[in-house]
């Protein structure tokens, strides 16, 4: 009797509570005794199964990071007080902050975009009264995706260089390419976690609020410390 073997991939796709479709591809070989058809149907199906089962399992851990993201950031606000520990503002214009940008390039094509940043930080919106630096090293993912509808994922880390000390926050949030072939931080308002700090920021844990208006590459940076 004769044995008939067939492979085959397929799609999956599945919503997180954000609303965001997550897709995931799986493959799977079957046999069959009756036809070549009938393997291929059955290794169809099972890829198919797959590809749901993966892009539900992939769902729900973004959905349970969202959830300890919230419940961390909701966390660090309960403990702080208002006004925020510190304010101040610092700019992406390249004509006031180093920067670099290289390409990273697989198959042929660039895949990712490795930044470093460095400039001043200031007290005031007109960018006049310098108090310090900052400087972030940080990768945009995946730059070559036509799928990607022009937003990127990245990530790395920044430091501020403060008069009494240092404090560093994770970044994680989006990209999106500028005019000027800058990838750039989405317009609007993000909480960052603090990783750490020196000197008198040593072991600073809260959160860090960066708000990037519409049409402007400066920062207003607002820092929420929990009580030690």
Known sequence: MSVFTASASANGSAYTKE????????SATAESEISQ???????????????????????NVINEATSISTDLENYNVTQIDSPPDLTFYCSTNTSISSFTQTFL?????????????????FTDTALTQKIGKWATTNTTYDVNNSESKGLFKRNGTLTYYLPKGQITILLNRGAFKRSDGVFSSLVGTYLNTILGGTDEY???????????PVNSTTYSITTYLNPN
């Open 19 to 26: 609303n965001v479709l997550v897709t995931a591809v799986s």
């Open 37 to 59: 058809q009938d393997a291929l149907e059955k290794a169809t199906s099972l890829a198919q199964q797959l590809a749901n089962e993966t892009a539900i399992y992939d769902a």
């Open 105 to 121: 390039y697989g198959a042929g094509s660039a895949e990712s975009v490795i930044q470093t940043w460095n400039g001043p930080i």
């Open 202 to 212: 040593l072991n600073t844990r809260g959160i860090v609020s960066r708000t990037l």
